[in-house]
C-alpha cells in the first residue's frame, strides 16, 4: 500500500534506530508488507508485536476532517482497498517468511491495547492507523512502554487531519518537548527523549 520512496525511508529509518534494544509494535498493519520488511532489517533478537482489526478502518468522525470523510465514501476508488480490510492470513504469510518472533493481535486498538503489557520496552513503535481515536488510543497506551531515544514512526501524520490532531493533542496534553521530524521523502517521526532534543 505504501508507496516505495515511503517504504524505503521507513527501512532506512529501523536500520538507523535497529540497535536500540527492545520490542517492535506495529498498530495497523493490513497485509503485513511494513512489518515483515522491518522485521528483515531489524532481526531476529527482538519480538514483534502486530495490532490490527483485520476487519477495516473505524467510520471516519468529524476529527478526521472532510478527506478521510470522502475518501471512506468512495467505495469505488483503486484506493479504498475494501475499506482497508485484510484476511489475517496475509500478515502472517509474512511474518512467516521473515523467520522472527512475532505476534498477532486481532481487535479494535481501545480493546486490546490497555491490557497489553510488555516485559521489555519498545524500541521502534510504528503507528499507521490513520484515524484521530485509532492514533491517540496507540499513544495513550503505548508512548509510555517506548524506550528512552527509541523512534516512533507515525505513517498518516502528513496524510489525515485526524492522526495529525492527535500527535498534537496527546503531546500537548503531556507537556512533552519533543520534536516532529521527517524524513527525505516526508515520513513523519518523533524520537522519545525525556528533555526533547535529538541524540
Ligand atoms: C493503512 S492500513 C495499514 C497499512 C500497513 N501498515 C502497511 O504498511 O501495509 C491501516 C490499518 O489500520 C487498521 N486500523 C485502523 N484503526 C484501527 C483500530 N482502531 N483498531 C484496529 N485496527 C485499526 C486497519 O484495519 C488497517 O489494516
Known sequence: MIAKPLFIDNLILCDTFKEIQGDFVECG??????SG?????MGKNRTYYLFDSFEGLPAVKEVDGPAAKIWQDNKSSAYYHDNCTAEIGYAEMAMKKSGVTY??????FSDTLPSFSLTNKIAILRLDGDWYDSTMDCLVNLYPLVAENGLIIIDDYYAWDG?????????SKNDLPVRIYQTKN????IIKTSNGRQL
Open 163 to 171: 492522526c495529525t490532531r492527535a500527535v498534537h493533542d496527546y503531546l
Open 103 to 108: 505476534q498477532l493481535i486481532k481487535g479494535w
Open 37 to 41: 520488511a522491518t522485521a528483515e532489517v
Open 186 to 189: 516526508g515520513v513523519c517521526y
Open 29 to 34: 498493519v493490513w497485509r503485513g508488507g511494513m
